[in-house]
């Protein structure tokens, strides 16, 4: 039973780039969070989907960020146009209906 | 905003004994979860306590839930080398409601 898979687990990228992170929940999970870590901080909501809808996109930056689940495929959160700011670990999880999130591994994200 | 916070921020102990990590919340809460994450990896669920729960054990570990002080405690017991990492309480309001979590208390066990 393989767990939510993120990946790349390391992205390096340069001030103006595009970054593409993707997560593939659990096997039945049909729901899917993203969360940002900065260091030495706990994780902070970003945006909350289903298959092909947004739930709830409350934590997302108004600019640059943009989150997708389509109907097949991963999860895909883009940030356009990076930032030093943007560096930091970005964390997937996934749940069954109203189940425990289970997370993966991350993806670490260093703005040159 | 943030909604819990850990104390201590950070906690150095000998292996055998035991740990106590607190955690304190804000608004009126479904759940509240413990979660611990090695350096360089993702968290990995402890343990999850109900809110009409009090008290809630899983193998060295112990978790308290005061409702009315809005806060909670995680005890490992007989902690080993292995135990050392960051710890995370995280906080939802039912449903599917995204985690709200704390800045974590980061253990060190030394053998």
């Known amino acids: 039973n393989a767990g939510v898979m993120q990946n790349p687990r390391h992205l390096v990228r340069r001030r103006g780039q595009e970054a593409r992170l993707r997560c593939s929940p659990m096997?039945?999970?049909?729901?899917v969070y993203w969360y940002r870590q900065l260091p030495e901080e706990g994780l902070k909501f970003m945006v909350y989907?289903?298959?092909?809808?947004?739930?709830?996109e409350s934590g997302m930056p108004k600019e640059r960020f943009s989150a997708e689940f389509p109907k097949e495929g991963p999860s895909i959160l883009r940030i356009q146009q990076v930032v030093r700011g943007d560096s930091a670990a970005y964390f997937c999880?996934?749940?069954?209906?109203?189940?425990?999130?289970?997370f993966g591994d991350g993806t670490r994200l260093s703005i040159l | 905003s943030q909604q819990g916070e850990e104390d201590p921020q950070a906690l150095s102990i000998q292996e055998g004994e035991n740990a106590t990590m607190n955690c304190s919340y804000k608004?009126?809460?479904?759940?509240l979860q413990w979660y611990r994450q090695n350096s360089g990896r993702g968290l990995v669920h402890l343990i999850l306590?109900?809110?009409?729960?009090r008290e809630k054990h899983s193998g060295r570990l112990r978790v308290t839930l005061d409702t009315s002080k809005k806060s909670s405690s995680l005890l490992i017991t007989a902690s080993r080398a292995a135990d050392t990492a960051s710890y995370f309480c995280?906080?939802?309001?039912?449903?599917?409601?995204?985690?709200?979590f704390g800045k974590g208390t980061r253990l060190s066990v030394i053998a």
């Open positions: 306590i109900r809110s009409n729960e």
């Open positions: 995280a906080t939802d309001a039912g449903g599917n409601t995204p985690l709200v």
């Open positions: 999880a996934s749940s069954q209906e109203q189940g425990t999130q289970h």
């Open positions: 096997k039945g999970h049909s729901h």
């Open positions: 608004t009126s809460i479904n759940n």
């Open positions: 989907l289903q298959k092909e809808n947004i739930i709830d």
